[in-house]
C-alpha cells in the first residue's frame, strides 16, 4: 500500500514540476513559426496555457479514476488515454515556452482538486466512471473547437497542435462509450461546464 501511495505521488509531482515525456512527434513542429504581434502571442499563449492546464486536470482525473475503477479493461482505458494526455501536456508545455509564455501559477491546485473528483467518480461504479469520461472528453472537444476558432489563423504551428489533441479526446470519448459509459444527468453535465468556465477563465490570466 505503501509502494502505491508513493507511486501516485510520484506521478503528481511528475505532472505539476517536470517535462512531459512523448513518443509522438509535436504536431506542427515542421511548420514555420508564423509573424505574430505582441497581442496575439500574448493571445495564443494564453490559450495553450488553457489547454495544458486542462492536461494537468485531465492526469489527476485518470488517476483517481483508475485508482477507485474496478474493471480492469476499463482501468487500462484510463490508463491509455492519460499516457495520451501525458503527451499533449509536452505539446503545450513546448509551445507555452515557443511564445515567450508560462505555465498556470495554479497548477498543483487544479491537480489536487481535479484527483479529488476523479476517486468520487471512480467510486461511483465503473459505468459512471465512464460516463464522467466521456463527458469530460465531449467538453474538452468542444472546449478545443473555441480555441481553433480564437487563435490567430496564422499561428499554425499552435493549431496543429490543438487539432490533434482534439482528435484524441474524441477517440477517448468514443472509447469511454464503448465500455459502456453511462448518460450523465443535465444538473451534473451543467455543474461541469461551470467548473471548466471557471478553470478557463482563471488560468488565461493565472
Same mark, same amino acid.
Given at each position: 500500500?505503501?509502494?502505491?501511495? *508513493?507511486?501516485?505521488?510520484?506521478?503528481?509531482?511528475?505532472?505539476?514540476?517536470?517535462?512531459?515525456?512523448?513518443?509522438?512527434?509535436? +504536431?506542427?513542429?515542421? &511548420?514555420?513559426?508564423?509573424?505574430?504581434?505582441?497581442?496575439?502571442?500574448?493571445?495564443?499563449?494564453?490559450?495553450?496555457? *488553457?489547454?495544458?492546464? /486542462?492536461?494537468? #486536470?485531465? !492526469?489527476?482525473?485518470? !488517476?483517481?479514476?483508475?485508482? $477507485? #475503477?474496478?474493471? +480492469?479493461?476499463?482501468?487500462?482505458?484510463?490508463?491509455?488515454?492519460?499516457?495520451?494526455? $501525458?503527451?499533449?501536456?509536452?505539446? $503545450?508545455?513546448?509551445?507555452?515556452?515557443?511564445? /515567450?509564455?508560462?505555465?498556470?501559477?495554479?497548477? +498543483? &491546485?487544479?491537480? =489536487?482538486?481535479?484527483?479529488? *473528483? =476523479?476517486?468520487?467518480? =471512480? @467510486?461511483?461504479?465503473?459505468?459512471?466512471? %465512464? /460516463?464522467?469520461?466521456?463527458?469530460?472528453?465531449? !467538453?474538452?472537444?468542444?472546449?478545443?473547437? /473555441?480555441?481553433?476558432?480564437?487563435?490567430?489563423?496564422?499561428? &499554425?504551428?499552435?493549431?496543429?497542435?490543438?487539432? !490533434?489533441?482534439?482528435?484524441?479526446?474524441?477517440?477517448?470519448?468514443?472509447?469511454?462509450?464503448? %465500455?459502456?459509459?453511462?448518460?450523465? +444527468?443535465?444538473?451534473? @453535465?451543467?455543474?461541469?461546464?461551470?467548473?471548466?468556465?471557471?478553470?478557463?477563465?482563471?488560468?488565461?490570466?493565472?
Amino acid at each position: 500500500m505503501i509502494d502505491k501511495l *508513493i507511486l501516485e505521488f510520484d506521478k503528481a509531482l511528475r505532472t505539476v514540476l517536470a517535462p512531459a515525456p512523448t513518443m509522438r512527434t509535436m +504536431p506542427g513542429a515542421d &511548420l514555420s513559426e508564423a509573424d505574430l504581434d505582441d497581442a496575439e502571442r500574448r493571445h495564443a499563449a494564453a490559450l495553450m496555457r *488553457i489547454d495544458h492546464v /486542462g492536461e494537468v #486536470c485531465a !492526469q489527476a482525473l485518470y !488517476q483517481g479514476q483508475a485508482l $477507485t #475503477c474496478r474493471d +480492469p479493461a476499463v482501468r487500462d482505458a484510463l490508463r491509455q488515454a492519460a499516457w495520451e494526455e $501525458t503527451e499533449h501536456l509536452n505539446w $503545450t508545455e513546448r509551445r507555452i515556452a515557443e511564445l /515567450g509564455g508560462r505555465k498556470s501559477l495554479l497548477n +498543483p &491546485l487544479w491537480y =489536487g482538486g481535479s484527483l479529488a *473528483i =476523479g476517486i468520487v467518480a =471512480g @467510486k461511483l461504479g465503473d459505468d459512471w466512471n %465512464l /460516463g464522467f469520461l466521456a463527458e469530460t472528453e465531449h !467538453q474538452v472537444e468542444a472546449h478545443l473547437d /473555441g480555441h481553433l476558432a480564437s487563435l490567430p489563423a496564422t499561428d &499554425l504551428r499552435s493549431r496543429a497542435v490543438v487539432d !490533434q489533441m482534439k482528435a484524441d479526446e474524441i477517440r477517448h470519448a468514443e472509447t469511454a462509450i464503448r %465500455l459502456g459509459a453511462r448518460e450523465l +444527468p443535465g444538473p451534473v @453535465k451543467l455543474a461541469m461546464a461551470a467548473m471548466s468556465k471557471v478553470m478557463t477563465s482563471t488560468a488565461y490570466h493565472l
